[in-house]
């Protein structure tokens, strides 16, 4: 794995479904596509944190050695502006605490806003065919009296 190899949060925002699924876990970019049906915890928990820093949730879970070991598999790089210490790895020998991450500020990348038809189709067409049907079985009542 190339060291230099460095993405941005916009870079890996973008990276996560199932065809294609990336997550940083401590400043390093994985690519977990390949390994989403071999998740013994399902592929659903790692789809959710695709796309963004997972530390919280990878350190929360308490993951062992060899699942450590494995993740090393699936680097394809490190994330811009973090600085991994020569000294950190991401397996750790003992059972002490492991490292805790440097909390990172990111951007928000929120999602286009619904253009205004939509909202008029969504509310206001279902509330007028509502109103017609009410209309006609008043008009069809008030005929047969």
């Excluded at 993405?7 to 970019?29: E, Y």
């Excluded at 530390?55 to 308490?62: N, Q, R």
């Excluded at 951007?107 to 939509?118: G, S």
Aim: charged share 30%; net charge negative.
């Amino acid at each position: 794995m190339d060291k230099e190899k460095t993405f941005t949060l916009s870079r890996v925002a973008p990276h996560k479904s199932k065809q294609d699924c990336w997550i940083i876990i401590n400043g390093r970019v994985f690519d977990v596509t390949k390994f989403l049906e071999e998740h013994p915890g399902g592929e659903e928990v790692l789809i959710e944190s695709a796309g963004k820093d997972a530390t919280k949730e990878f350190e929360y879970i308490g993951h062992s050695k060899a699942a450590k070991n494995l993740l090393l598999k699936y680097q394809i790089g490190y994330l811009q502006g973090y600085k991994i210490p020569d000294d950190d790895n991401l397996v750790t020998d003992s059972f002490e605490e492991p490292i805790k991450a440097k909390e990172m500020e990111a951007f928000v990348i929120k999602e286009d806003p619904k253009p205004m038809y939509l909202i008029f189709v969504e509310y206001f067409v279902p509330f007028l065919a509502a109103a017609f049907y009410l209309y006609y079985r008043y008009l069809t009542g008030a005929l047969q009296l």
